[in-house]
Nanobody, 115 residues
């Protein structure tokens, strides 16, 4: 089993920044791609950004140029730097990790962007 713990969510004004962190523990040998997803009330969960073990990244179009995903393989952590935040970024953000074909999810951290 892989355990994922997110942190860094909170309340921020539009145009501000937040930094989310996800720490993986447990059976972390063989951990693969990791990413961030988000879900707002009434919406489906959607991809924000993913990063492979080799550092290849992919972003949702709406966050390109504003968000940056990175990882530290030695620490088994993934970060999401969020800049120029907009009210539509308001959502619960979830960390996801893949290991040997299985997916693991964190409990989420709430991000609220006020206008």
């Amino acid at each position: 089993q892989v355990q994922l713990v997110e942190s860094g969510g909170g309340l921020v004004q539009a145009g501000g920044s937040l930094r989310l962190s996800c720490a993986a523990s447990g059976s972390i040998i063989g951990l693969g791609a990791m990413g961030w997803y988000r879900q707002a009330p009434g919406n489906q969960r959607e991809l924000v950004a993913i990063i492979t073990t080799g550092g290849t990244t992919n972003y949702q179009d709406s966050v390109k140029g504003r968000f940056t995903i990175s990882r530290d393989n030695a620490k088994n952590t993934v970060l999401l730097q969020m800049n120029s935040l907009k009210p539509e970024d308001t959502a619960t953000y979830y960390c996801k990790a893949a290991r040997f074909g299985r997916e693991y999810w964190g409990k989420g951290t709430l991000v609220t962007v006020s206008s």
